[in-house]
């Protein structure tokens, strides 16, 4: 199937700039207004708080934190610092300012000291330390606040080698806690990582002299999300910094944003470029802490050098260099690829690189990440300034290049943050501008669609031996989500786009039309293996069909979606890929694959001896191991769905069940396995839960009664909204049996009403797929009638259809 771009009318509208347009940057500056003359209108009424008596000399009244920096938000704290030279009755002092602040309900953090007070709860205190390197004076006597500054500064300049190891220890367990704020779906603005914590942290290592201070860029990041905070306090009237879903729309509106999508590409923008200068930062403190033998004290760093600027650098300028001295003291320089070589721990450009060679960029970005080093950022600046690009189509070293950097793993990762972060990315594929910081949908993924894509493609590095053509892997990784930026749905719509840019990388045209499909399918292996039965031939017959779209290159593109699924599934989160997927689409794969060999697929299993042995044990028997349930009992209708309310009597929500039958001399029978965690708290007693299925299979225990008693005694809680649920019949899926696909936000009890509304339709369910991803529950069940057949009236499966949903609502 050939499918053309949408026309420009049908496109998806480009991303929206943060304060591109006139009135986000109108809200933007009256925001920034509002925070001066708060700032202005507080230190006049603390200077006359200070006034008010008797003012003897020697005291000063000192901001420290957002107030010092003039940045305090509505919800923000006010951090004050009496200073005084030994005054005995400052305590009386201290109460004339301190009583009106609380008072007025404002937050306030405050402290008395002397100088040398001050000085000591600094050396030994980070927090104390780092808001009073921004100490300001807000009333009093300006040389002791200007002895305060200078005696803190000297101690944190002096001692540079360990408080910034212990600085950046403490980043780092803040960034393990909070996560990254660029790819968090409800992040806290100030402290998780490249937020607002982060650049008052590269301000004071810069204040060490071991780096300098954060550039246009970053602070252009920080006024955002200090825009942002501003207008989350402002709107929600509290003080907590953590964006949550419900009030993005509203902090949007307040900034004169489009929507909360364009909120929140803005934050991740704003998140990364912070996130990236972080990264520099801290690799020259690294160097600095580990060769800090080399220079006495650390002087003001100069600019990084690029390559051509090598020869004339000063060594011994700003914090020293991780790279091995060579004979004249300077870092040795280390080639790592044609035209890049390692210095001081980064890759630069060889002093004969060849800036028109198109291929020279991804070239040396693949030998970065191969060699597992950040390109220095000066470096990759003069590339995107004056580096030549390849054209349509590249070249073959171009794109041998792309694959070399793809094909690194995880080290790829930071690579290509640094080119995307200097524009190169959507120069080198413009289509990239459609999904860069584009939210996701689905709450299951961790990253952002671009990051996710580059995540993919660096899991499928893994996979490479697996497949007979592993540069068609690591592409159709990195483009396997591509059509995310356009409309419709995103698999069609991104095997269009891949097609172009397949061939705009100059692949041969069969292996574009490899490219398309895989993308066009990406979704199809894992879809098929968690949602329909693998043991009907339709199912493999599904398979097989898809890719008989390339004839000829079949087998080689099985094995390719095999191993973009694993990679997908790896890089989309925990709720998205486990043991237990990736199992079943290894052995739809391996099905499909003996179809394609023209061999007949297995049958489907047996039972295990072991599961025959329960069942055969009084007829049925149960068997509690941890979150694993099985039941083995004579098949009979409502036999799950009655097992599952058993479940939800005792607060084990199901993540996931599975039915096979087997019909043995004995009879048929049926194995149950479920996989369930506790809705909360510890797990039941395993004993009782086994009691009560055993009740359950021998007709001793109204499962329906008991949970209507469990339902009127727990107290409904309001939360989210969610979208409604969706019941659809699946045609053609099954010869055997009406496939029915349930989608709905999962709840207690949500497989019990389901099966109740299979019993009123007196219909049996024959085997099903139940999932839970996250909060969203998938469920499929191949339904018959009671002769064991499909439903035949033509009436049936809407009826069906009708009342699950009435069910479920």
Known sequence: MTL???????????????????TAE???????????????????WLASLLAAGPAPDGVALVAVGSHARRELTPGGDLDLVLLHRGLAGVAALADRVWYPVWDSGTRLDHSVRTVHEARTVARGDMKAALGLLSARRIAGDHALVDELRAAVLTDWRADAPARLTELSAMCRDRWEAQGELAFLQEPDLKEARGGLRDVHVMHAVAASWVASAPDAR??????????????????????????????????????????????????????????????????????????????ARPTPPTAHLDAADLSKADPNAGAPGAGRPGGDGRPERRPVGDGAVEYEGEVVLARNADLNDPALVLRLAAAAAQAGLPPAPATVTRLAERAVLPRDPWPAEARDALVSLLGAGPAAIAVWEALDQAGLIVRLLPDWERVRNRPQRNPVHRFTVDRHL?????????????????????????????????PGDHSTSGAVVARDIGARLGFPEEDVRVLETLVRHHLLLPETATRRDIDDPVTVQTVTAAVAEVPGRERELLDLLAALAIADGGATGPAAWGSWKAGLVAELARRAGAALAGGTPPPAPALAPGHLALARHDGAAVRVAGSRITIAAPDRPGLLWRAAGVLALHRLAVKTARTTSSLDGEGDTAVLDFTAVPEYGTPPDPASLEADLRRMLAGRL???????????????????????????????????????????HDRPGLLWRIGQAFGACGVQIRAAQVDTLGAEAVDVFYVVDEQGRPLEDPAAPAAVRDEVLAALR
């Open 4 to 22: 053309a771009r949408p026309p420009a009318g049908d496109r998806a509208p480009a991303p929206a700039p943060a304060g591109g347009t006139g």
């Open 26 to 44: 109108a809200a933007r500056a009256a925001l920034a207004r509002a925070r001066a003359a708060r700032a202005a209108e507080l230190d006049r």
């Open 218 to 295: 970053v602070r252009s990041a920080h006024d955002l999300l200090l825009d942002v905070r501003h207008a989350l306090h402002e709107v929600t009237g509290r003080s907590s910094d953590r964006l949550v879903l419900q009030e993005k729309q509203a902090v949007a509106e307040t900034l004169g944003l489009l929507d909360a999508d364009v909120l929140q590409r803005s934050i991740a923008e704003a998140a990364r470029a912070i996130t990236y200068a972080a990264s520099h930062l801290w690799r020259r403190v690294d160097r600095f802490t580990r060769t800090r033998a080399r220079t």
């Open 454 to 486: 580059v995540e993919t493609a660096a899991a499928a590095a893994a996979l490479t031996r697996e497949v007979a053509r592993p540069d068609l892997l690591l592409v159709g990784a990195l483009l396997h989500d591509i059509g995310k930026g356009w």
């Open 702 to 744: 109204d499962v329906a009664a008991r949970l209507e008693r469990r339902a009127r005694a727990v107290r409904a809680r309001p939360g989210i909204t969610v979208p409604p649920p969706r019941v659809m019949i699946v045609p053609d899926a099954s010869r055997t049996a009406t496939v029915v696909e349930v989608r709905a």
